[in-house]
């Protein structure tokens, strides 16, 4: 017994889950035709979205959300397929997901509204602006014609300035005209007056020079009588200057006869000193060149252009001096180099005998303050200084600073009087 009522336990019990899974089944087959409905509708609206161009992303957002929130629902129908509870949450979802659809299905009605107008507005906006460009065509035209209308009444207008200032440029040449034949008529007027006036000045000056022409006249026979014997005079004046002609030529024979004669008497070249020549070692005969700066330092004519000190200076000795304490000493002191070009060597002093300014070599009297010679005047047959002084060959620029004689009253040599 007990067993059979085990077995109707079972059986009823078997009954009962049969009798709930085909309500599960029912459910879950009216859900399948709720999210069909809800897909095709979704899908009607995607149409429809993508239709309009000004919401289409908003729409993609939408029905992605959409879907999530399916799929959700899915995954809790699946899950929960023995619920009822959640089958009365399931249809209330899908009530909120029809109030969705019919929102968005109004929006989407609403967007398309908009764009039909956006588009109405775009086609009466492109018709104006056709018609503004049509008119802006029209006024360019009319800028032009205005445009070559003001050139051609600027060209009058400068042809019309042109005139007045030719008519006004006239009229000022005929005022000026008439203001000058004014004039003009004073003038004549006045020189009328002064031509009589002129006129009686000319008559009395006519009768003064006809007194001055008698009065020339008889000068001028004064002046011919005259130049008649000038012509006479100057024939004998060129024959008396042909005679001081020859006589000023056998003058020059003379004098050149004289400087030469001058010179062989005068010439030092046999002449010998009392010192031999440091360079040669020789006795030095003709012209003795003593180192002012050194002990016993000699040399003769031939070796004075030997290597020496640059800043010494010689004494130039022609004639024989016979005071042997001279011999051993050095006679001048340190004088102080100017440095200058040696190719254009100018002391700046000037000669005392021809008075320019001396270039070359400088000669300076030992025994004498401020008497200088260049080489032309020092080297003329005649004494033109004391011959018992001594002079200085000073061949580069160096400052003696001295109000005295150099070199001492004794170092002269001794001049005997020729008979």
């Known amino acids: 017994m007990e067993k059979i009522k085990n077995k109707r336990k079972s059986n009823s019990y078997n009954t009962n889950n049969n009798n709930n899974n085909n309500n599960n089944i029912d459910n879950n087959n009216n859900n399948t035709d709720l999210l069909n409905n809800a897909l095709n509708e979704i899908k009607q609206l ?6 309009s161009d000004i919401e289409r992303e908003g729409l993609k957002t939408l029905t992605e959300s959409l879907k999530l929130k399916i799929r959700q629902l899915q995954k809790k129908v699946i899950e929960n397929e023995n619920s009822k509870k959640e089958n009365i949450a399931f249809k209330s979802q899908k009530e909120l997901l029809e109030e969705e659809i019919e929102k968005l299905q109004h929006k989407s009605r609403e967007y398309e509204k908009i764009i039909q107008q956006l588009r109405n507005e775009l086609q009466s906006l ?3 602006n056709s018609q503004i460009s049509q008119n802006k065509i029209e006024l360019e035209n009319k800028n032009h014609l205005l445009g070559s209308e003001i050139q051609r009444l600027k060209t009058q207008l400068v042809e019309s300035d042109k005139e007045i200032n030719d008519l006004k440029s006239e ?4 005022s000026d005209r008439i203001n000058t034949s004014e ?38 026979k004064r002046l011919k009588d005259k130049c008649v014997t000038m012509y006479q005079e100057s024939d004998e ?25 001058m010179r062989e008497k005068y010439q030092p070249d046999n002449i010998i000193h009392p010192a031999y020549c440091n360079v040669c070692s020789k006795y030095i ?19 004075e252009s030997s290597n020496h000190y640059s800043t010494h200076v010689f004494i130039k000795i022609k004639r024989p001096i016979d005071n042997d304490r001279f011999i051993r000493t050095a006679l001048l002191p340190e004088f102080k180099l100017i440095e200058k070009d040696e190719n254009d060597i100018d002391h700046q002093i000037i000669c005392s005998v021809c008075n320019k ?25 005649f004494n033109l200084h004391d011959p018992s002084h001594v002079f200085l060959k000073i061949k580069r620029p160096v400052h003696i600073d001295s109000n005295e004689p150099i070199l001492p009253p004794d170092f002269r040599p001794l001049i005997k009087s020729k008979r």
């Open 46 to 51: 995607k149409t429809k979205f993508y239709e």
């Open 126 to 128: 492109t018709q104006q």
């Open 171 to 174: 009229a000022k040449r005929l």
């Open 183 to 220: 004039r003009n008529r004073i003038n004549i007027k006045n020189l009328q007056e002064n031509l009589d006036l002129e006129c009686k000045r000319l008559q009395r000056e006519n009768a003064e020079k006809e007194i001055e022409i008698e009065n020339l006249q008889s000068e001028i």
């Open 237 to 261: 004046a060129a024959k008396s200057q042909e005679t001081l002609k020859g006589e000023i030529k056998k003058l020059q024979l003379v004098i050149v006869e004289q400087d030469r004669i």
């Open 285 to 303: 005969a003709g012209i003795r060149y003593k180192c002012g700066h050194c002990d016993n330092y000699d040399i003769c004519d031939k070796c």
């Open 357 to 381: 300014n001396i270039k070359g070599i400088r000669h300076k009297c030992g025994h004498c303050v401020g008497f200088e010679l260049c080489v032309n005047c020092e080297a003329y047959p």
